[in-house]
T-cell receptor, first 110, second 115 residues
Framework: DAKTTQPNSMESNEEEPVHLPCNHS???????IHWYRQLPSQGPEYVIH???SNVNNRMASLAIAEDRKSSTLILHRATLRDAAVYYC???????????FGTGTRLKVLA | SAVISQKPSRDICQRGTSLTIQCQVD?????MFWYRQQPGQSLTLIAT?????????ESGFVIDKFPISRPNLTFSTLTVSNMSPEDSSIYLC????????????FGSGTRLTVV
């Protein structure tokens, strides 16, 4: 299983962009990279995923390094509702098992 | 994406007793998973529950302690048996999409307190 490394915590001011990094240097060539977030007292929710190319959706953007050993989740304008723990998760190469790392706790300051 | 209903949302149980947690999905799904989240910690995978076969448990989790049923493609249960205070955690079920690479759905969790 690919191991991930994320900062324990980050802070951002409201309305500013946030870049959440993830190192996954042991990822296999066929693992998708998923990002989830867990709001207080809720189960994790899907944010975005990608394989090789950068991806955008209504919630965020995902920038994947060319060597795929790291990725960055980009929240373009952080709001107070984005305060959560963010997890990057390689998808296990077809095993369908998600192994969660420690994640990054994002604090958004008003 | 699938919608999951997980019950109960919380419970307080006496040590030595058992609690069964239910996970109901609004569509048929092949793969379901059970996770534990201890206070202040990340999620730990307990087991994979597939319909028609025994659950596959991760290291550190055994069937006698966490029996799982998967009677059909929309429902699963996790039982926490012979509970001790160390079992106080949030337990979550999750389902995988049928097409690999897309987002998983998680239940809102069952907050269990053992006294």
């Amino acid at each position: 299983d690919a191991k991930t490394t994320q900062p324990n915590s980050m802070e951002s001011n409201e309305e500013e962009p946030v870049h959440l990094p993830c190192n996954h240097s042991t990822i296999s060539g066929t693992d998708y990279i998923h990002w989830y977030r867990q709001l207080p007292s809720q189960g994790p929710e899907y944010v975005i995923h990608g394989l090789t190319s950068n991806v955008n959706n209504r919630m965020a953007s995902l920038a994947i390094a060319e060597d795929r050993k790291s990725s960055t989740l980009i929240l373009h304008r952080a709001t107070l509702r984005d305060a959560a723990v963010y997890y990057c998760i390689p998808d296990g190469g077809g095993t369908y098992k998600y192994i969660f790392g420690t994640g990054t706790r994002l604090k958004v300051l008003a | 994406s699938a919608v999951i209903s997980q019950k109960p949302s919380r419970d307080i149980c006496q040590r030595g007793t058992s609690l069964t947690i239910q996970c109901q999905v609004d569509s048929q799904v092949t793969m379901m998973f059970w996770y534990r989240q201890q206070p202040g910690q990340s999620l730990t995978l307990i087991a994979t529950a597939n319909q028609g076969s025994e659950a596959t448990y991760e290291s550190g989790f055994v069937i006698d302690k966490f029996p799982i049923s998967r009677p059909n493609l929309t429902f699963s249960t996790l039982t926490v048996s012979n509970m001790s205070p160390e079992d106080s955690s949030i337990y979550l079920c999750s389902v995988a999409p049928d097409t690999r690479g897309w987002g998983y759905t998680f239940g809102s969790g069952t907050r269990l307190t053992v006294v």
